[in-house]
């Protein structure tokens, strides 16, 4: 079985990362009552044994690994490749230059 | 290659609005309030507003696991001004189940998901420079060693470049193996392969042997050697890491779920 921490603590970042995902009414969403639904039902512990707890926690660890990595992803976009191409003022503005405004090359 | 859909209602879910074939668009202004379930006679569906939201192919969607439902919901209901198609691993795994635009069967399915071990990740291996040698045998062989072990074959590792010689005994045994998932479990397992390269990384993920990070430093190992020496550059590593992670999340979620073992969803799944 994968190495994964304490249950508690996957769950708990698990509805944190909803919470981000919803915004204000995040309690009324139906994956975090789920999730708070499933933890209860399986009384999470520190137990190694009960095999349908570990295939729990490696789901919820799954699901965190999802949220996660498609919010970081987004971020990640929006910082470097969500601006589109640069107007030729901007170009030019990169090394210093101005555009002409007469035609050849004059003010 | 596959026939594009036939009415020009093609890709968008909702409303027809005639682009090419199955390529949806990238962005879309969110034109919904509200994202709930409801349960169908054919599964759990999605609905945005009073819309009930359908595949690219303009079929319904249904998709058999409750859990799966809610997720899916959650990705529609994350999406603040613009829709980020590209951001919904999930609904796009389900679009592709539903939709099988790729026209394969489950038998071309599992060929083409053990086909990969021919050229698996984890088996082919360099003989320099001599540290990222060292680290592919440290980091792969137990992995290997696991899958021989599991699955009671013989996999090996190749430093030649046709790659290892796969037993056809090994292919039998994956091919088996692999026919016992329903049609939407293997969807998933032929993405989550072709994302990581490697069909031994999928199985050790899918039997939750290991997690979906590890898997996804493993399929990159090479180039995580890399960036230990060369350092990294955000805008490509960091990028193209948090997309092979979410993908990989993604596809392995999906397997589990609809995987689950239960007689009222195996009625509900089509084989």
Redesign the interface.
Request: charged share 25%.
């Given at each position: 079985?994968?190495?994964?921490g304490a249950p508690l603590r996957t769950f708990r970042a698990l509805l944190r990362e909803?919470r981000h995902?919803?915004g204000r009414s995040y309690r009324d969403?139906?994956?975090y009552r789920?999730v708070l639904a499933a933890f209860r039902a399986h009384r999470v512990t520190s137990e190694k044994l009960c095999r349908a707890q570990?295939?729990l926690h490696?789901?919820a660890?799954?699901?965190l690994?999802?949220l996660?990595?498609?919010r970081?992803?987004?971020a990640?976009?929006r910082?470097?490749?969500g601006r589109g191409e640069r107007s030729p003022q901007e170009v030019a503005g990169l090394v210093g230059f101005r555009l002409p405004q007469q035609p050849g090359g004059k003010g | 290659l596959p026939r594009p859909p036939p009415t020009p209602a093609g890709s968008c879910p909702v409303e027809p609005c005639g682009r090419r074939a199955y390529a949806p668009p990238a962005e879309r202004k969110r034109f919904y309030q509200n994202v709930?379930?409801s349960q169908g006679e054919g599964g759990f569906e999605i609905n945005l507003d009073h819309r009930k939201l359908k595949t690219p192919q303009a079929k319904l969607f249904t998709v058999p696991s409750e859990?799966l439902a809610?997720?899916v919901?959650?990705e529609w209901?994350?999406q603040k001004d613009t829709i980020?198609f590209y951001?919904m691993?999930?609904t796009t795994l389900c679009n592709t189940a539903l939709d099988n635009p790729t026209q394969r069967n489950k038998t071309q399915l599992i060929r083409a998901a053990v086909k990969f071990l021919e050229t698996d990740t984890v088996c082919y291996r360099v003989e320099e420079p001599p540290a990222l040698a060292e680290l592919q045998k440290n980091e792969w062989d137990p992995v290997v060693s696991w899958a021989e072990k599991r699955y009671n074959v013989t996999i090996g590792s190749s430093t030649n470049i046709l790659g290892p010689n796969i037993p056809a005994s090994t292919k039998e045994t994956f091919i088996s193996h692999l026919a016992s998932y329903n049609m939407w479990a293997l969807q998933g397992i032929e993405f989550v392969i072709t994302q990581l390269k490697s069909l031994i990384l999928s199985m050790s993920l899918i039997d939750?042997?290991?997690?979906?990070?590890?898997a996804v430093l493993l399929s990159r190992l090479e180039e995580e050697y890399q960036i230990r020496r060369w350092g990294s550059v955000?805008?490509a590593h960091?990028?193209d890491l948090?997309?092979l992670?979410?993908r990989t999340?993604?596809g392995?979620?999906f397997v589990?779920?609809c995987s689950e073992s239960s007689t009222v969803k195996h009625k509900l799944l089509q084989d």
């Amino acid at each position: 079985m994968a190495a994964l921490g304490a249950p508690l603590r996957t769950f708990r970042a698990l509805l944190r990362e909803l919470r981000h995902a919803a915004g204000r009414s995040y309690r009324d969403t139906p994956a975090y009552r789920h999730v708070l639904a499933a933890f209860r039902a399986h009384r999470v512990t520190s137990e190694k044994l009960c095999r349908a707890q570990q295939e729990l926690h490696f789901q919820a660890a799954t699901y965190l690994c999802l949220l996660r990595s498609v919010r970081e992803h987004e971020a990640l976009h929006r910082e470097y490749h969500g601006r589109g191409e640069r107007s030729p003022q901007e170009v030019a503005g990169l090394v210093g230059f101005r555009l002409p405004q007469q035609p050849g090359g004059k003010g | 290659l596959p026939r594009p859909p036939p009415t020009p209602a093609g890709s968008c879910p909702v409303e027809p609005c005639g682009r090419r074939a199955y390529a949806p668009p990238a962005e879309r202004k969110r034109f919904y309030q509200n994202v709930s379930i409801s349960q169908g006679e054919g599964g759990f569906e999605i609905n945005l507003d009073h819309r009930k939201l359908k595949t690219p192919q303009a079929k319904l969607f249904t998709v058999p696991s409750e859990a799966l439902a809610i997720a899916v919901a959650t990705e529609w209901d994350s999406q603040k001004d613009t829709i980020k198609f590209y951001t919904m691993h999930l609904t796009t795994l389900c679009n592709t189940a539903l939709d099988n635009p790729t026209q394969r069967n489950k038998t071309q399915l599992i060929r083409a998901a053990v086909k990969f071990l021919e050229t698996d990740t984890v088996c082919y291996r360099v003989e320099e420079p001599p540290a990222l040698a060292e680290l592919q045998k440290n980091e792969w062989d137990p992995v290997v060693s696991w899958a021989e072990k599991r699955y009671n074959v013989t996999i090996g590792s190749s430093t030649n470049i046709l790659g290892p010689n796969i037993p056809a005994s090994t292919k039998e045994t994956f091919i088996s193996h692999l026919a016992s998932y329903n049609m939407w479990a293997l969807q998933g397992i032929e993405f989550v392969i072709t994302q990581l390269k490697s069909l031994i990384l999928s199985m050790s993920l899918i039997d939750r042997h290991i997690t979906v990070e590890k898997a996804v430093l493993l399929s990159r190992l090479e180039e995580e050697y890399q960036i230990r020496r060369w350092g990294s550059v955000e805008w490509a590593h960091d990028y193209d890491l948090c997309e092979l992670r979410a993908r990989t999340a993604a596809g392995t979620l999906f397997v589990h779920l609809c995987s689950e073992s239960s007689t009222v969803k195996h009625k509900l799944l089509q084989d």
